[in-house]
């Protein structure tokens, strides 16, 4: 047996300590690189002059857009908001995984109760494993149109880009303006059955710009320097509007959408429907000047009235002399060109090869559209019944048009075991099979209103196809899933055939996201890993949609242990 002296013994037990105390400082270092945040959201009335005209509109802490929020991947959000202002409000924060925290996702009556006038909540939760562009908005509404913000994600402390790091990165919110007050249209077109009004202007970080009137003193001036690279984070925070985005003499290289990394790839042009965001490198690489950053309609749906107006900002060379000159106005897409829309989405990769579930456990198909609802007996369809033909706008996933609770939200029904909130039987495919994007019969127009979730098993491996139809008109569908990025494995025309299609599946290297634009006429397929336990929306993300219906929730059941079921709610959780 070997034996050890008093100095061997001494060594071991100053080697033991110095280890002990180098993990235990890596630790400490790994706790102080993840931080904590706190902020106070102020919900309010406040009065904005924009297109010559002042109105009270509601806004956080009286800014618009409202304050940009940043954190580093792995830091905690907490956000105490109050509501002054006279309306119902949520807070939602696009994008955000919430793993396990879904009472802090925000859409009304899904996942909490609104704040009332009044009162308030706090929003806490983690953001791990995210880097680059998201935001928050209000998900009550159409509050959306003017509560919303900017949420960027920087890599963590001895973490960097998979880029050169830009010298200068400026975020740039495309939003949409009424000359009145949203909440007004919205509640005017369901008075009505009708389509709401559509927008009067788009906006650059809430300035219309030069080619709107009593807007050219506070158009966006964004300065650069030559031969230096900037980061414009771009996000489409516009309620009903795909739009096109480019810069004059500019190239744009696309390293990220929806807070994820994709293989750099340049383009003249970009489309973001709403929600989506992509951050893009800039080389300041002109003759000194001024240059117009534009945005304007991606249009898809024929013979739908939109808002065709152009939105601009100034991309000005700090070298410029004259800085009076007119700038040069970019090249966009004419509004209906979809082959420009497709050129880009199918351009997105994700950066390297990536781990897509194969072994699927659901394979669902979820039909998205319009729809029309004959006049209810007894109105006057001249002034309820405004739609086509004497009837009301309504839409609907697999014929069912999703209706809100108003009692209690989903989540705590789950959560609380409630009975007469919500079904479990929302159905995996159509209940009736049809041509989709061809001529659909009438008798298929009429969906069935219900609060219906789908149930997934906690882990499942689940594909979903998201197939639109021509029922009223065809066209590009934004659908957002709450709590998940997903893979796009596959987008094309005309109906969905998994014989035929099935083989075009790119289980390589898609693209991940958030939000995907179903094409106008078509078809997307996505995949994702049910790995956050919670009640989770997907709907359409022109606002327009989900409030005619355009809409389900899935409910992804605990699994084993703690670090597989959902938070228990917080005390300040608003009531019903």
Avoid at 57 to 70: D, L, M, R, S, Y
């Amino acid at each position: 047996m070997e034996a050890y002296s008093h100095h061997d013994i001494v060594k071991q037990w100053c080697f033991c300590l110095f280890l002990g105390i180098v993990l235990l400082l890596s630790s400490a270092a790994s706790f102080a690189a993840a931080e904590t945040q706190f902020h106070n959201f102020v919900v309010q009335q406040t009065p904005v002059k924009r297109l010559c005209k002042t109105h009270n509109i509601i806004t956080v802490n009286g800014q618009f857009p409202g304050p940009t929020i940043e954190i580093k991947s792995g830091d905690t959000l907490v956000v105490k908001v109050v509501n002054k202002a006279q309306y119902n409000v949520t807070i939602h924060w696009h994008g955000v995984r919430q793993m396990r925290t879904g009472w802090a996702d925000g859409p009304e009556f899904v996942t909490q109760c609104p704040i009332r006038p009044g009162g308030s909540y706090t929003y806490r939760f983690t953001i791990e494993g995210q880097e680059g562009t998201l935001w928050w908005h209000a998900h009550s509404s159409w509050l959306r149109a003017t509560v919303y913000g900017a949420l960027i994600i920087h890599p963590k402390d001895g973490s960097a880009y998979p880029f050169a790091k830009p010298k200068t990165e400026t975020p740039i919110l495309l939003g949409e303006w009424w000359d009145a007050n949203p909440i007004d249209v919205i509640n005017e077109a369901r008075r009505t059955g009708g389509a709401p009004n559509i927008s009067d202007a788009y906006t650059i970080n809430g300035q219309p710009g030069d080619l709107y009137k009593c807007s050219s003193q506070d158009t966006v001036v964004v300065p650069v320097e030559s031969g230096v690279t900037n980061l414009l984070r771009v996000i489409n925070s516009a309620l009903n509007q795909e739009l096109y985005f480019a810069i004059a003499n500019h190239k744009m290289t696309v390293v990220g959408i929806d807070a994820l990394y994709t293989k750099p790839f340049t383009t003249s042009v970009i489309m973001l429907g709403p929600g989506q965001t992509t951050d893009v490198l800039v080389n300041a690489d002109q003759p000194a000047g001024r240059y117009y950053m534009a945005a304007r309609a991606y249009q898809s749906a024929q013979n739908a009235p939109f808002d065709n107006t152009t939105t601009t900002a100034i991309l000005q060379y700090s070298s410029t002399k004259n800085t009076k000159a007119s700038p040069i106005l970019p090249k966009l897409p004419a509004y209906n060109n979809t082959q420009a829309a497709t050129t880009f989405t199918t351009s997105l990769r994700s950066p390297r090869k990536v781990d897509v579930p194969t072994q699927l456990d659901e394979n669902l198909f979820f039909t998205v559209g319009l729809g029309l609802n004959p006049c209810p007996k007894g109105q006057n369809a001249s002034q309820t019944c405004q739609a086509p033909n004497g009837t009301r706008f309504t839409a609907s996933m697999n014929n069912v048009s999703f209706q809100l609770p108003s009692t209690i939200s989903i989540l705590q029904a789950h959560y609380k075991k409630a009975n007469n909130v919500f079904t479990t039987d929302f159905p995996a495919a159509p209940p009736t099979k049809f041509d989709f994007t061809g001529n659909v019969s009438r008798a298929l127009w009429t969906p069935v209103p219900g609060t219906k979730v789908y149930k997934l098993k906690y882990g499942s491996k689940v594909q979903v196809v998201l197939q639109g139809t021509s029922i009223f008109t065809t066209e590009n569908h934004p659908i957002h899933l709450h709590g998940y990025d997903f893979y796009i494995v596959a987008e094309g025309f005309g109906n969905f055939n998994a014989k035929k299609h099935t083989s075009q599946f790119n289980l390589v290297d898609p693209p991940m996201r958030n939000t995907v634009a179903v094409p106008v006429g078509g078809w997307a397929v996505i995949r994702f890993v049910a790995d956050n336990p919670g009640v989770w929306l997907m709907h359409c993300h022109l606002d327009v949609h989900i409030t005619w219906g355009l809409a389900m929730a899935f409910l992804v059941e605990d699994g084993v242990g703690e670090l597989q079921s959902i938070e228990p709610p917080p005390a300040d959780l608003p009531q019903c």
